[in-house]
Every structure is written in structure tokens, then in C-alpha cells.
């Protein structure tokens, strides 16, 4: 019989028999638990209930108590471990997302045109190296499309920012399955989370084949003689938004490890905003996904004023390609105006959020969450446009792509303070 198996029976036990013969074997039965878990923490109430309706005041000062007590606090420290460890792994995503950008945004992401998982660890050491990667480089359409000469330097700056972006998702790997490892081997990991860490143990693999299954696309020869060699936008919003779902359940799953559940009073006006907590989360993912489509296809260049676009709110090259479907997907102009009204209705959508859970009866903490989520959702808003009006500066353009991810972040923490707790 399991450890969790041995403490429900041992907690039958003590409703049906009288004491003084049982207390010797249940106190045996939790020695024998060497692998507290999650579900100790229930089979730990179950017989702390029994034992107040048994159990007289001077038998519950006996050791049988004190071990009552030490396993709970044993559960306890092994679910904080486990949920560092998975903030943790949202933090090396969180990074991951940040490198990503950056390295879009110089430009970096080509300069790799093999991927081997081993043999990539390994930047170039000698000038014999470099220039035999330097070569390969050259042989493909981003370096012929160049129109100034690009030196040994400036591809090593490049190589090396591609180079960091691989190697951080592989130790996001490592970061996830090593300590995995182990937790399953000491029993750390509840039943309920099992499937979870296989779902994200999935994602984590399939975002490195995304990457590479990106990168390969702005390697082919394009078809058309004035087309920019870059990566498919479509793999590109692909990568992100993938890396975007496992931050989130990284960040999901750390924090109901990490946080006390408050129950929330059961009124009609929580209710409501447990619904819009999940529509803020989507609206934020949603717009961050079209800012991927901004990204690869540098829409961010085509008109730089706010709030119209070259002194009109509609432009007259929205609509230049045939057929017309394809202008939402595939037109800067018309990808930089989804962005830009997704961005402001987003914006509306929190402010009226926030409105709502003014008169909620929500605890500090909660309340605390919605007023970040506000001040956030402003903050981002003005990175966007000064990104714009400054025509995209890598610097800026990176924190306002970080700054989905923070925003992200809270409309997380606000969802995870609504939700329903189970009695």
C-alpha cells in the first residue's frame, strides 16, 4: 500500500476504533511515508478531522499529532519547491521571448544556417571557423539581397545573438526535464499534475521544432525579384504564440503551487469578472499574436504617426493585393492597422475591467492585480507609440515586445485570483 494509501486508511480507522491500540499504528504508517505529495495535504485533513471527533485533548498532544503536523509541513515544503521550479521555467520562457525579439529585431536570426543539436553548442573558436561559417552565410538570400558589404565582425555579432537564442531554449529544456526527473522519482509530483508536465514537457520540443521550422523558411530563394528574404511571418507568429501558451502555464501552475487560495464571495458581480478575466487574457494574447505579424513583416516602418496613418484613418494601400483576404494577413499597412485598433480596444477592455471591479467585493490581493493589470495596459499602450514615432529603435522595440509578455503576465495573475476554489 502507498504512502497516501496507508494515511486514508489509517484516518478510517480512527473513526471506527477506539484509541489506544490504533494510535500506535498510524503513527507507524506515517514514519513509513517517505515521499510526502500534493495529495498528503488531503489525507492529512481527512485524519485531522478524524482525530478531533476521537481523539481526547491529552492524545492530541501525543506524537501521533506531532506527525500529523510534520507531514503537512513536509507537503507543504515539497509544493513550494515544486512551484519555485515551475516560475522558474516561466521565468526561462519569459527570457527566451525577450532574446527572440531582440534577435529579430537586429536581424540575427539567419546568421545559423545548420541546426545540430549538439554540435551547435559550440560557437566558432579560430578565424579558420568563422570564416568557414561566414561562407556558408554568404550562399544564402539574406546576405545577397544586403546592399552595403557586411564584415567578419558584424557576422559574428549576429551569429552570436542567434547563437545565445538557441542555447537559452536549450536550457529551458534542461531547466524542465532534469528537475522533473527528479521530483517524479521522489513523489513531489501529484497525480493531477502528471499530464501537465507531459503537455508541457510536448510544448517545450515542438517550440524548438517551430524555431528551426521558422528559421528555415527566410533560408529558401523567394519567387518574386523585390521580395525582402525573411522568415515566414505566419512561423514566426507560430513560435511566438506557442512560447506565449507555456509561459502561461508555467506561470498557471507556479503560482497555485505558491499562492493561498482566497475564496471569493459567491455573488453575481465576481462571477462577471471571472468571465472578463479570461476575455482580458485573450484579447492581450490576441494582440500580441498580430505584433508577431508586425514584427516579421517590419510593418512597423510603413506609417510612423499617431493616431491616424499619414493624416488618414484609412490609407489608400490597405486593400493592394489580390486577392483581398490576403491584405489582413499579408499587407504592412493593413497588419499595422489591426495592431494598432486591437491594441486600443484592448486597452478599452481593461479600463472597463477595472471599472467593474471597483464595487466587487475582491480581496486586497485580487484588487492589487486588477490595479497592476490597469496601470500596465496604459504603460504598454505609450511604449507602442513612442516604438512608432521613433521608427521602431531596437531598444525600445524590444521592451515594448517584452512588455506583451509582462502584460500577459497580469492578466494571468488577475484570471488565477478569480477563479473558482474547490471546497
Not at 526527473?181 to 517545450?204: E, M
Request: aromatic share 12%; proline share 4%; glycine share 8%.
Amino acid at each position: 500500500m502507498s504512502g497516501l494509501g496507508r494515511t486514508l486508511f489509517c484516518a478510517k480507522t480512527l473513526q471506527l476504533k477506539h484509541l489506544t491500540n490504533y494510535k500506535i499504528t498510524c503513527l507507524q504508517c506515517f514514519k513509513e511515508i517517505n515521499k510526502p505529495s500534493l495529495n498528503s495535504i488531503k489525507a492529512y485533513h481527512q485524519l485531522q478531522q478524524a482525530s478531533n471527533r476521537t481523539v481526547n485533548w491529552s492524545l492530541r498532544s501525543s506524537p501521533l499529532r506531532r506527525c500529523l503536523t510534520n507531514v503537512a509541513v513536509e507537503s507543504s515544503r515539497t509544493q513550494k519547491i515544486v512551484g519555485y521550479w515551475l516560475m522558474g521555467c516561466a521565468g526561462m520562457c519569459f527570457g527566451a521571448v525577450v532574446l527572440g525579439g531582440v534577435t529579430r529585431l537586429t536581424e540575427s536570426g539567419l546568421s545559423m544556417v545548420d541546426w545540430r543539436l549538439i554540435k551547435d553548442m559550440k560557437p566558432p573558436k579560430s578565424e579558420a571557423e568563422w570564416l568557414e561559417e561566414f561562407e556558408k552565410y554568404k550562399k544564402y538570400p539574406e546576405y545577397k539581397y544586403m546592399e552595403k558589404e557586411m564584415m567578419l565582425s558584424d557576422f559574428k555579432f549576429i551569429y552570436y545573438m542567434e547563437w545565445a537564442h538557441r542555447m537559452w531554449g536549450r536550457t529551458t529544456g534542461v531547466a524542465f526535464f532534469l528537475p522533473a526527473l527528479y521530483f517524479l522519482k521522489k513523489g513531489w509530483i501529484s497525480k493531477s499534475l502528471k499530464p501537465r508536465l507531459a503537455v508541457y514537457g510536448g510544448l517545450l520540443a515542438f517550440q524548438g521544432f517551430l524555431g528551426w521550422y521558422m528559421v528555415k523558411s527566410g533560408l529558401e530563394e523567394k519567387s518574386g525579384p523585390n521580395d525582402v528574404p525573411r522568415v515566414s511571418h505566419y512561423r514566426l507568429a507560430a513560435h511566438l504564440g506557442s512560447a506565449f501558451i507555456l509561459y502561461t502555464l508555467f506561470l498557471w501552475q507556479g503560482l497555485s503551487h505558491l499562492l493561498t487560495p482566497v475564496k471569493l464571495p459567491d455573488v453575481r458581480s465576481v462571477a462577471k469578472l471571472r468571465g472578463m478575466a479570461h476575455g482580458v487574457m485573450t484579447a492581450v494574447f490576441v494582440t500580441a499574436m498580430s505584433g508577431a505579424f508586425v514584427a516579421g513583416l517590419d510593418a512597423g516602418l510603413t506609417y510612423n504617426s499617431y493616431p491616424k496613418m499619414a493624416d488618414k484613418w484609412f490609407p489608400d494601400d490597405m486593400w493592394s493585393l489580390s486577392p483581398k483576404w490576403k491584405n489582413v494577413f499579408e499587407n504592412p499597412t493593413f497588419v499595422q492597422f489591426n495592431h494598432r485598433h486591437l491594441a486600443e480596444l484592448t486597452v478599452c477592455f481593461i479600463t472597463g475591467f477595472w471599472w467593474v471591479s471597483r464595487k466587487a467585493p475582491l480581496h486586497p490581493r485580487a484588487r492589487l492585480a486588477v490595479t497592476c493589470l490597469l496601470g500596465m495596459a496604459f504603460g504598454q499602450a505609450a511604449l507602442g507609440i513612442t516604438t512608432l514615432l521613433t521608427y521602431v529603435p531596437t531598444s525600445i522595440a524590444a521592451t515594448h515586445q517584452s512588455g506583451s509578455l509582462v502584460l500577459l503576465s497580469l492578466a494571468v495573475w488577475v484570471a488565477h485570483e478569480l477563479r473558482r476554489v474547490p471546497k
